[in-house]
């Protein structure tokens, strides 16, 4: 493999002669291959913005997911999440936004915000259980003569009049009795049974209470007493909107259309949606809180920013690079051409990635600056052997010739090792890391072609235009001797990194792993926070896991399989609409029909409560409510019941008592009273259209919206399964995606796939850092041909892994799914000083003075430390994953510039003193 290197190396040693001999033709060459590179890529290449395209379309979740979107649409769509207090409000701007949005169906499509019920209408109350319908019915038999009463009187007086009125019969009759005595006949003790079968519920009071307390505190949000009382399903609560449980938010899903191939092609979509709620807000809406979330959105904006900081880190790279090249070379030109020829070799490798890949993804578009720190390494050791030999009087085409026969060596293995160090990465299953492993790879290697091609032209173009020597006027003037330092220190030096590796090995067990894809995004990101938020609030993400039945029967077996594990929240399917055991309903359902009163209320007006009659009225439910308050046995509730109605009721007392004399109060209770009793007509006319059904509810009765949603084309039944803990974190999406797999092997979905992209990335990074490690262990030992020397060159890789991991660990940085990378980078760019030192101390046979005074202790440095730039440059991203991966290896190629100067020479000196033969 020796001969290999050493006839790579004298292959591009004459290309570049020949380069120097033809500077025009091949200068203009590469121009022209960049130009027509350049507009290759902007005509074909695409972005890849789901996190799908990451993982290997072989994957059996990922085939399972695509056909099960073809056969019911796209899965990922975009939400509109609104949020409010006032309910009405929210509905009005969610009806407004989906007008709006309809009008350019060029950007959106299957807009849902409201499930049209009508085709229900009869059949509602079949969606309740027997047992809540058995519980409704409990409720209409107690408090059925209170309906009639609101329809005359509607008021909260009557409301608590007419609970007080309960309680005294359930407290009273006990009395009674007592005061009779036992011996009253059987009949009267068989009336007694049948009338006080059953203890007061005290849930609805309980529940009025604590709203009517909170409308008197600014900021109330109405949330509906009667749903306890009602227990109407809250499917159709509200008018057929999409809200939350908590009726804090409303949600509004669409597709956002493709515009163009590339990677506008959902962000104009997406760009369109904002603006339209931008405006919408203005526009008496300005209390509501609107945001865009959802997997595209998710997907789209994240793409988004990682091209904002990768292009602005790319700009930051190429000028800090360029202007540290000037400062320590003293002069523009050469460090001018270096930068030139690395843009051109970056240009290079955008359209050889446009003809192979075809496109970028979330972790292969930080490609740019990646080369930028690395590319230009080579220049620089070129520049600066060509420098020492110029100042030795060479000419320009002996001085070439010896930097490309000696340093070329140096710089080859380094961008070979590099190379392979990347290429290693296909050997991954995860094809994300595939991809960049190949595109880096290709754009090293072309790097180091452009730097024995077009470098040379250039150089020979601008030396034939200068006055003769001044082409050479390159003196490094930073001077930079670590030998100076190291001599005399070696043993100091070796203690100072014995002690640190120490503390750095205590580290290594603190280093984790964050798994959490939600956080590699920017901070502050749309998406992002509206994606948190509905996490915090309402428990529910945006993701959620997919799979199929082909007939209802196992339509309703899978979902109640699925709502039984631990880990589920929420099932979504057909199997909701169509319940079992509608017969039974049915007839509950018919039973109901007695006790509804059968007046018509088209509207109800409350005349307004005076705040001292409702004090007056609770004062005496209250003292009803006593500890030693004597029950009828058979009426009495649990005391815990009769504790926390007691304790609602105490601080509604409260509260009333401190705002009796402000008129405010008057204001509030009449505010809540009309939402109260808007609210109590519509559930009394959902009660009353629906006691009669005329038979089950069928496929053919389910709205439309919910039908196109939930039975695709194939015929199939669609689950959505949601998680109940935060899908984001690896343990619950590990958990949650093994419960799944228990009722069905076959499920699939964002958190499967997001799972296996997790687990196959993780080990993909990690095969890939050993497959490297190994190649580029053999590529050193077949350049040296010692293993002496080829351990010794691999002393400052080693110190910069354990140090890096430690820092890590004790400063909390954790590795992340994008930083991760950095392990295999840093193979291939920290082994790079030591080979390159390694090969001059060889090449001076073993005299460190040699070594480390000339031109290779300021490439060496150099190189680095525009390797930090490229890198450093990453850590402006505001993308938290690219920006750890920008800080980790800026940390990590700092410490193996450290080491190979510094802690390197302290080592060969060690062993050159001891007699140990490392030439």
Not at 851 to 858: P, Q
Request: proline share 3%.
């Amino acid at each position: 493999m020796k001969n290999l290197f050493e006839g790579l190396s004298g292959y591009l040693s004459r290309l570049s002669l020949w380069s120097l001999s033809h500077p025009g033709t091949v200068f203009l060459s590469a121009l022209l291959i960049a130009f027509v590179s350049i507009a290759y890529t902007a005509l074909r290449l695409d972005f890849k913005t789901s996190r799908n395209d990451l993982v290997a379309s072989s994957e059996p979740a990922v085939q399972r997911f695509e056909e099960i979107s073809e056969d019911f649409g796209r899965l990922t769509n975009v939400i509109v999440v609104v949020e409010g207090k006032d309910l009405e409000q929210m509905k009005n701007f969610a009806r407004l936004l989906a007008e709006r949005l309809k009008q350019e169906p060029q950007y959106f499509g299957n807009i849902l915000y409201r499930i049209n019920t009508e085709t229900l209408e009869g059949k509602k109350l079949l969606f309740l259980s027997p047992e809540d319908l058995q519980n409704l019915k409990d409720k209409l038999e107690e408090y059925g003569e209170l309906i009639e009463e609101l329809a005359f009187e509607p008021s909260l007086a009557t409301i608590f009049q007419y609970v007080n009125q309960k309680i005294s019969e359930a407290t009273v009759s006990h009395l009674v009795g007592e005061f009779l005595g036992k011996g009253e006949g059987k009949e009267n003790k068989q009336e007694n049974a049948e009338t006080t079968r059953k203890p007061v519920d005290l849930s609805f009071l309980r529940e009025l209470l604590t709203e009517m307390r909170l409308s008197l505190e600014p900021g109330y949000q109405f949330h509906s007493p009667w749903d306890t009382f009602f227990k109407a399903s809250k499917k159709f609560s509200y008018d057929g909107f999409l809200v939350s449980d908590d009726e804090r938010f409303l949600y509004i899903t669409l597709e956002a259309r493709s515009q163009a191939d590339g990677f506008t092609k959902k962000k104009a979509a997406l760009d369109r949606l904002r603006w339209h709620i931008k405006e919408l807000r203005k526009k008496g809406f300005e209390d509501l809180s609107v945001g865009v979330t959802g997997g595209v959105a998710l997907a789209t904006d994240e793409m988004v920013q990682a091209m904002k900081d990768t292009q602005l880190a790319t700009a930051v790279a190429a000028i800090g690079i360029a202007l540290l090249f000037m400062i320590v070379f003293h002069q523009v030109y050469n460090p001018l051409m270096v930068v030139t020829t690395l843009v051109i070799s970056i240009a290079w490798t955008l359209g050889w990635l446009t003809l192979t890949v075809g496109s970028l993804n979330i972790l292969s578009v930080a490609f740019v600056p990646i080369l930028m720190g690395l590319g230009v390494d080579f220049g620089i050791h070129l520049v600066a052997r060509y420098s020492e030999e110029r100042q030795k009087g060479a000419d320009v085409v002996e001085s070439m010739k010896i930097s490309a026969d000696h340093t070329g060596r140096a710089i080859t293995v380094g961008a070979i090792t590099t190379a392979l160090a990347f290429f290693s990465l296909m050997l991954a299953r995860f094809r994300g890391i595939q991809e960049l492993g190949f595109i880096a790879g290709s754009g090293v290697l072309l790097a180091l072609v452009a730097t024995f091609t077009v470098f040379p032209a250039m150089l020979k173009m601008v030396e034939s235009r200068s006055n003769p020597g001044t082409g050479h006027a390159t003196a490094l003037r930073i001077n930079i001797s670590s030998e100076k330092l190291v001599t005399g220190h070696s043993k100091l030096i070796l203690l100072i990194w014995g002690v640190l590796t120490v503390c750095a090995l205590a580290g290594l067990s603190r280093v984790r792993f964050d798994y959490n894809l939600l956080k590699l995004q920017a901070r502050g990101t749309e998406s992002v926070v509206w994606e948190e938020k509905i996490i915090g609030e309402s428990g529910r993400s945006s993701w959620f896991a997919v799979t199929t039945a082909r007939d209802l029967v196992e339509l309703r077996k899978k979902h109640r399989a699925f709502e039984e594990l631990p880990s589920v929240r929420k099932v979504d399917s057909l199997a909701d609409m169509l319940p079992e055991d509608q017969n039974v309903r049915i007839s509950l359902v018919r039973d109901l029909a007695p006790y509804v009163p059968n007046i018509e209320l088209e509207e109800i007006n409350p005349s307004g409560d005076d705040p001292a009659e409702l004090l007056d009225i609770l004062e005496k439910i209250k003292f009803k409510l006593r500890s030693d308050t004597r029950w009828d046995p058979t009426r009495k509730p649990d005391d815990r019941e009769i504790e926390s109605t007691r304790e609602a009721l105490i601080l509604a007392i409260e509260g009333l008592k401190k705002r009796l004399e402000s008129m405010e109060t008057v204001k509030s209770l009449h505010a809540f009273e009309k939402k109260l009793f808007d609210d109590f007509l519509t559930k009394f006319t959902l009660l009353k259209n629906n006691v009669n059904p005329p038979g089950p509810i069928e496929e053919k009765d389910i709205p439309p919206e919910l039908l196109a949603r939930f039975k695709g084309k194939s015929g199939r039944y669609l689950l959505q399964i949601y998680s109940r803990e935060n899908i984001w974190e690896k343990e619950h999406m590990e958990n949650f995606v093994k419960e799944l797999e228990t009722v069905d092997p076959s499920v699939t979905g964002s958190p499967v796939v997001g799972y296996i992209a997790i687990s196959t990335m993780q080990q993909g990074y990690i095969e890939g850092s050993i497959y490297a490690l190994c190649v580029i262990f053999v590529v050193i030992i077949a350049t040296f041909r010692r293993i002496s020397l080829a351990l010794v060159s691999c002393i400052p890789l080693a110190g910069t892994i354990v140090l890096m991991l430690g820092l890590m660990g004790w400063t909390g940085i954790p590795f992340n799914l994008a930083n991760l990378i950095t392990l295999p980078l840093i193979l291939g760019i920290a082994v790079d000083d030591g080979v390159h030192i390694m090969h001059r101390y060889s090449e001076k046979q073993g005299d460190l003075h040699e070594t480390f005074s000339g031109g290779l202790t300021r490439a060496v440095s150099l190189t680095s430390w525009t390797t930090m730039i490229g890198f450093g440059s990453l850590m402006l991203a505001h993308h938290y994953g690219i920006f750890t991966l920008g800080l980790l290896v800026t940390v990590s190629v700092g410490i193996a510039w450290i080491l190979s100067l510094f802690g390197l020479p302290a080592i060969l000196q060690i062993l050159s003193k001891g007699g140990t033969e490392t030439r």
